[in-house]
């Protein structure tokens, strides 16, 4: 995994983590959702979140990280890759430090695997290595591995249609309910919620994303 790269702020990344020796880090239906409420806690705060796809045995996420403590991107602005959205600092409050959001992935991830060990009387590391984390730096990819992400389930032959797999962030894109999710930005990239469906009806072009997704073998 591309782990050793420090987390820039105002820069955008898929992070990944797969359970160690391939296992499962989901058990039950209310794993994810526990997995999903570490992650507010931990990580919302220094990074927004794009997409996400929880499956069985590993993850993948589409994150920016923030600028500064009151950095929100896309909440109001036309595209999530333009400077007044914290490709520059928007308020003069100092940027994270990597090793804040560093600590604050690592402590989402350390939290649930503690949480995952107390419950199922289990012991050592859950998780392989450290997380991954691959940048990306245009709008082009972002989609491209927004379509991953949402595909991955397909992909590893969990369910036969993507849509069908209820742990990931297709549904609450297209949904008007409340969500953590920067939608409004993810909706601009694709032209809508329409055109975002006739993208994902298409099967995920895995030759564009092959530099941005890292060791995807479940």
């Given at each position: ?40 806690m ?7 979140t ?29 595209s ?13 409050l ?11 992935f690592?402590?989402?991830?350390n ?10 009387a ?30 991955n389930?397909q ?27 920067a939608?409004?930005v ?30 995807d073998?479940?």
């Amino acid at each position: 995994m591309q782990s050793s790269l420090p987390l820039e702020p105002g820069l955008y990344y898929h992070v990944y983590s797969r359970g160690v020796n391939r296992t499962n880090i989901f058990i039950e239906d209310r794993n994810y959702a526990h997995f999903l409420d570490l992650y507010a806690m931990h990580v919302a705060p220094v990074a927004e979140t794009f997409a996400y796809c929880l499956l069985r045995n590993h993850f993948h996420l589409l994150v920016r990280i923030r600028t500064d403590s009151g950095d929100r991107c896309g909440f109001g602005n036309r595209s999530g890759l333009e400077a007044s959205c914290g490709l520059e600092q928007s308020n003069g409050l100092e940027p994270p430090s990597h090793r804040a959001v560093s600590r604050a992935f690592n402590n989402w991830l350390n939290a649930y695997a503690k949480a995952i060990n107390k419950a199922y009387a289990r012991t050592g590391s859950l998780f392989q290595s450290r997380f991954g984390r691959l940048p990306i730096n245009s709008e082009r990819y972002l989609l491209a591995v927004i379509h991953y992400i949402h595909h991955n389930p397909q992909k590893h032959g969990l369910v036969k249609d993507f849509r069908d797999w209820p742990y990931s962030s297709y549904h609450a894109l297209l949904s008007d309910k409340p969500t953590r999710l920067a939608r409004p930005v993810v909706l601009d990239w694709f032209g809508g919620p329409q055109l975002l469906r006739q993208v994902h009806a298409t099967p995920a072009d895995e030759s564009l994303v092959t530099a941005f997704v890292g060791d995807d073998e479940a």
